[in-house]
């Protein structure tokens, strides 16, 4: 399937990686031949050197052919008009990046709909979702949601006092509720996906599948239940600042944003006037002791640079601060800030780059979309799909343990109308069920991909 | 340097050249030949090489960057000639010397022969002389990366040390499926002239030997004199289906994808044109004016030999038709020219490429105008495109070397004391070189080399895989700094 990228940032680069890992024919348009010439050495993709809004680089690069165009340079405006006229030229789904808020309202749909997009991402609102998601559950790595909410994916971090240490699975089952299922552990950089008889151990990285309410029962009972964040510190005030404190402000948590730039302070102190906007540079200790880094319950540090993100995160740590989140864009720089010992990293281009592989998967799907939702866990080595069960799935009616899956893969979820399902061996998958698999490498399109094929 | 992973891609370059082997052996086994056996042994050898080597060498990790690319392709390249030789020596045809120097000007369609009277060969060797040049005209790397699935993500950097041009892009998004094009738009040309030749009344052997020789732009033929005993029809036909496999096989893409406005603006396909109709008519004039061997030659007959000529050299082929020793002056000085040019980048052809000579002409231009106006900002436009000043740069910094390595082969074939002849030493030097085979002087024509010494032969065998891979890959292979670590 052939799929165009224009712009070839951050983003444009992830999503080149994991489109290219999924096997599509990828064509990258970007102005500058450098950066072209870069991602095609180390991708398998295509480069057209050009601009994304002029039909002759759009027409060299195949867009009469092209399944999917997703036009993500740094420019609103650009982005929407390579996309119109990509429609135009016969491309069959367009995406655009739209990221200023004030497209970012209701004007919107009309917006998508005037130029025929399929869809729009933004990618600081991606962002501000999951941070504000991991603020709303602190003990958590990382929160995954799944339709309507009705069941929730938390990546935990087994910590040296926690009673699971040491726990082999089945014991636990019995110790606590039955309710919850723990789908991968993370250890030494591997994805495991567990038995009855796993051990945990110090330090792993587990992710469970629970409903909210059941999640909270559960980190209750182990003791690392902490409160949402109410007193919130953050740290630089771009786009992705200003969704977050929009978001935590509706949830009525109280917000601080740092800013170095005067001009800035004052536009986002009249776009949000129920935070505290400061002016000052947050890179000295001095201003953030000042305002009281210590007392509050979470420090998000979004400026610019990954790195003063990371620096700044740190300390913040060292001062105690419950819950630290650091935005860090480049891959490389995010696992070593894991081994700093920043446990939450969130960066955009993951977000974004799930939400293509999501729709090319979707698209090449001939019965039309059947993943509801993708999310990459793990550092990327385990998927976690939302599939939507229809009348063609071979197995409806027939329990899991006679399922013959394929390895690495389990079923982690199951939601039935209003009532969630934490599934066991006995559990059966109805029609109209939307289902939660958890895999780790494979690529599954399909709910039918997960049972071995004879 | 990813040492594994460079071993394993060479592995499989030679148990991909096993099997490529088989053809030459099946004909030996139609024609029930003692060679059969010498290519069989081969095979084995191939074989047990390759699949040893891969498998000793699985690489742990597939990343590869430039500096592997080169040195898979260098390496790949000369252990490809150095067994690919084998048949003619093991069959007790040819020594191991001379089975060298054919290989090599096999693989790098030179189509230069040090064997005497090539009608002695028995017609597997003939085949798989001629196989050599259709294995090595496209390139037996990018042969392996259309059929081995998912080699490594940055399989680019292979096709870029393999084939020749300035700038080489892809077709399709991804390298396998742009190998795959180019190899089918090549087995279909070399299937078309081979039914053409078929029906100019040539037998099944000879045709598909001439179609493979001529696709690679190679030069090998089945008898002493090339191609001079064909009829009119067949060396019409060799003519256009050279210049055919020296047009860019971007543009053929083009074409399939019915974008035939686009391909025939291609400024390079113009002047390449346009070269083959002046130098053709300079020639035809002169030869029909200044020649005694053409004065009783019919019109259509000079006009002929002008065009098979030019193509061939053009192209770098290196078929005759004639005794091109004895034309006058201008001619021979003409063809000599067009030894340098090489036909368009992308192609099967050797030589410098012609885009690269639009490249200098233009830079000079440039410099011309910056001389006259010292302020003046100039860009360089080619097909359309401003070219930019690092391709620029590396385009004239490759002509500089070019013609180092040029000169160098030209002052060592002087130590050669069977061929003390100025014109001999030059025209050969620069004729492996550029991959085209017949020079001027001593004894013209294809079978040339035989007299040359060892020295000499290994000397041009050299010359000629550095002309076929441009000179850095193979230079980068044999710098000892690129295998320490870094």
Redesign the interface.
Known sequence: MRVIIVGSGDIGTSMVSSLVAEGHDVVVIDDDPAVIEEITNIYDAMGVCGNGADNDALNEAGVDKCEIFAAVTGSDETNMLSCFIAKRLGAKHTIARIRNPEYNDESLGFLCQQLGLSSSVNPEMLVAKEIHDILKFPSAVNIESFSARRIEMVELMLKPDCPMNGMALYELRRQYSSKFLICAVQRDGEVHIPGGSFRLEEGDRIALTASPAEIQKLLRRLGILQKQAKNVMILGAGNTAFYLAKLLIANGSSVKIIEKDEERCREICEQLPEAVILHGDGAKQEILLEEGLESCDAFVSLTGSDEENILISIFASSQGVPKVIAKVNRPELASMAEKLGLDCVVSSRRSVSNILTRYARAVQNSLGSNVETLHRIMDGKAEVLEFNVRGDFAYIGVPLKEMKLKSDVLVAGIIRGRKTVIPSGDDTILEGDKVIVLDAGHILRDLGDIIQKQ | MNKRMIFFVVGRIISAEAALLALPALVSLIYLEKAGWAFLVTIGICAAAGFGISAISRPKSNTIY?GEGFAIVALGWMLMSVLGALPFSISGEVGYIDALFETVSGFTTTGGSVIPDCGTLSRGLLFWRAFTHWIGGMGVLIFIMAIIPNLS?????IMRAEVPGPVVG?L??????TAKILYTIYIALTAAEAIFLLCGGMSLFESIVHAFSTAGTGGFGVYADSVASYSPYIQWVLAVFMLLFGVNFNLYYLIVMRKIGTALKSFELRVYISIVLVFSGVIFVDLFCNCAAFADTCVGDTVRTAVFHVSSFLTTTGFSTADFNSWPSLSQGLLFITLFLGGCAGSTAGGLKLSRVILLFKLAGRELKHLVHPRSVNSVEFEGKAV?EQTLFSVSTYFSIYMVFIGGTFFLLGFDPHINDFKTCLTSAVSCFNNVGPFFGYAGANGGFADYSVFSKLVLSFAMLFGRLEIYPLLLALTPSTWTKR
């Open positions: 430039a993500d940055r399989s680019i950097h892809k399709v998004p991804r390298v396998k499926d930019d």
